[in-house]
């Protein structure tokens, strides 16, 4: 007789990746110094080889991306970046001219040249060309248009929908308020009843859904608070529980998952860990201010430096106890006290600012999921273990890994201190704008360019 207690088809799921992780990190952990070593870097020039091939051509097999070209292009552009590297003036002219193909004469971008205009494509469109930069790119976008294709996907209830008669959800509302804002066009009219759509989306667990009655989703929590502060109403949210429902997607793998009881995926190191870099700067207009959350750390890591020269091993910091960051079931004992942090300030317009609060989740742990367990040596990152690589999880495995890595400066203007960046210091990467998904000098770049035009 089969037992009463017997794993459900999620528990045996959870259970075979734990399994698949833990067998990676034994693995690491019995390797030699030297091998443990070249696990731990960044293979920075398979990624930049697996990113510039895919910009240039793609299998027969992604035709059915055909619908989201702009968004391949971001990926790749973006993970570029991240990595301080540039695509040759060719393919980047290319790529400006095909994406100006993509752009509707009526305002907006859609997923190819002729297709229906789409917020999130226009996202990905503009996005891609702030990373490219340059008076091309940037003046390539219509912006007068664009602005009226945005009215025109304003809804009633103050939310957006993506396209003509399409969805009204979180993710539109923050393509649509995001890109507004990188052009310098947000005005009155798009905010309007915006923060009343995403408040009503905000779910008994804390985190963020994408439309009233769903359930809570770390890249709708992302995009739900990232809008409410760029439109100046944060401190509408319950950020408390925002955070308390944060915290604990991170697992004993040390990677995130989206939802409760759901597996552990790559991506999810950005759009959890993203809301982290958007809370670690947070400030009302009334300024500083305390939000109630779980225990925390009362100093930074005392893992060893994690210089390319260090014949260290990293052990210490790796053998952390991953769970600190929550586990995928239960939270257990580690939020029977709280106590209270303050959060500082991310003004849109800046990305500069002091961090007064330790890191809310493991980052050292994040960072060794990410380089053992979504990286593919050869090229790529991935969702987990078993899965192959591809260019959406290459750029948010990539943009997690940033924010990981400043999870603890506190001077935004200095690097990061070695300790903080797990395995060489060549693993450093470019810091981005959080709220846009950014490098952040191509924002700054974009920011003065739409100030001034």
């Given at each position: 007789m089969e037992s009463l207690t017997s794993p459900t088809v999620t528990q045996r799921d959870q259970i075979l990746v734990e399994q698949q992780v833990f067998n990676i990190f034994n693995t690491f952990f019995n390797m030699p110094p030297s091998s443990q070593s070249f696990m731990l870097e960044l293979q920075r020039e398979n990624h930049v080889d697996y990113l510039t091939n895919g910009l240039k051509h793609l299998a027969p097999s992604?035709?059915?991306?055909?619908?989201?070209?702009?968004?391949?292009?971001?990926?790749?552009?973006?993970?570029?970046?991240?990595?301080?590297?540039?695509?040759?003036?060719?393919?980047?002219?290319?790529?400006?001219?095909?994406?100006?193909?993509?752009?509707?004469?009526?305002?907006?971008?859609?997923?190819?040249?002729?297709?229906?205009?789409?917020?999130?494509?226009?996202?990905?469109?503009?996005n891609s060309l702030v990373t490219l930069?340059?008076?091309?790119?940037?003046s390539s976008i219509n912006r007068e248009k664009l602005y009226s294709f945005m009215r025109q996907m304003k809804d009633a209830s103050g939310g957006f929908r993506m396209h003509d008669g399409g969805e009204i959800d979180v993710r539109a509302c923050y393509t649509a308020i995001s890109v507004a804002s990188l052009l310098n066009i947000l005005d009155d009219e798009l905010v309007q009843n915006v923060g009343n759509y995403v408040l009503s989306c905000q779910t008994?667990?804390?985190?963020?859904?994408?439309?009233p009655g769903s359930e809570a989703h770390g890249g709708?929590?992302?995009?739900?608070?990232?809008?409410?502060?760029?439109?100046?109403?944060?401190?509408?949210?319950?950020?408390?529980?925002?955070?308390?429902?944060?915290?604990?997607?991170?697992?004993?793998?040390?990677?995130?998952?989206?939802?409760?009881?759901?597996?552990?995926?790559?991506?999810?190191?950005?759009?959890?860990?993203?809301?982290?870099?958007?809370?670690?700067?947070?400030?009302?207009?009334?300024?500083?201010?305390?939000?109630?959350?779980?225990d925390g750390e009362d100093s930074e890591p005392e893992s060893p430096q994690t210089t390319a020269s260090s014949d260290a091993t990293e052990e210490e910091g790796l053998n952390m106890d991953l769970s600190q960051g929550g586990s995928h079931s239960e939270k257990g004992d580690q939020q029977e006290t709280s106590s209270r942090v303050t959060v500082d300030n991310i003004d849109h317009n800046s990305s500069k600012g002091r961090a007064k609060v330790e890191p809310l989740f493991n980052s050292l742990a994040l960072q060794q999921y990410i380089l053992l367990c979504s990286q593919d040596l050869n090229g790529g990152l991935r969702d987990k273990p078993g899965k192959s690589r591809?260019?959406?999880?290459?750029?948010?495995?990539?943009?997690?890994?940033?924010?990981?890595?400043?999870?603890?400066?506190?001077?935004?203007?200095?690097?990061?201190?070695?300790?903080?960046?797990?395995?060489?210091?060549?693993?450093?990467?470019?810091?981005?704008?959080?709220?846009?998904?950014?490098?952040?000098?191509?924002?700054?770049?974009?920011?003065?360019?739409?100030?001034?035009?």
């Open positions: 992604f035709c059915v991306l055909d619908a989201n070209r702009p968004w391949i292009c971001y990926w790749i552009l973006h993970s570029i970046a991240l990595m301080d590297e540039f695509v040759d003036p060719e393919l980047e002219d290319n790529t400006i001219d095909f994406l100006s193909r993509c752009q509707d004469p009526n305002g907006g971008y859609g997923g190819g040249p002729g297709q229906l205009p789409h917020l999130a494509t226009t996202y990905a469109a503009v930069g340059g008076d091309k790119a940037l008994y667990e804390g985190g963020i859904s994408g439309e709708y929590t992302f995009c739900g608070l990232a809008t409410m502060i760029l439109i100046n109403e944060v401190d509408r949210l319950d950020l408390s529980s925002l955070i308390d429902w944060v915290v604990f997607r991170q697992g004993v793998e040390g990677g995130f998952q989206g939802r409760t009881n759901k597996l552990v995926d790559g991506c999810y190191s950005f759009w959890q860990g993203g809301i982290f870099a958007l809370l670690k700067r947070l400030n009302s207009s009334k300024g500083e201010r305390s939000i109630p959350v779980g591809d260019h959406y999880h290459t750029c948010y495995c990539l943009s997690g890994l940033s924010v990981c890595q400043r999870s603890w400066s506190e001077d935004e203007d200095s690097p990061p201190l070695p300790r903080a960046v797990l395995g060489p210091y060549s693993n450093l990467l470019e810091p981005i704008h959080p709220l846009h998904n950014v490098v952040l000098d191509r924002y700054q770049e974009a920011h003065e360019f739409f100030t001034r035009s």
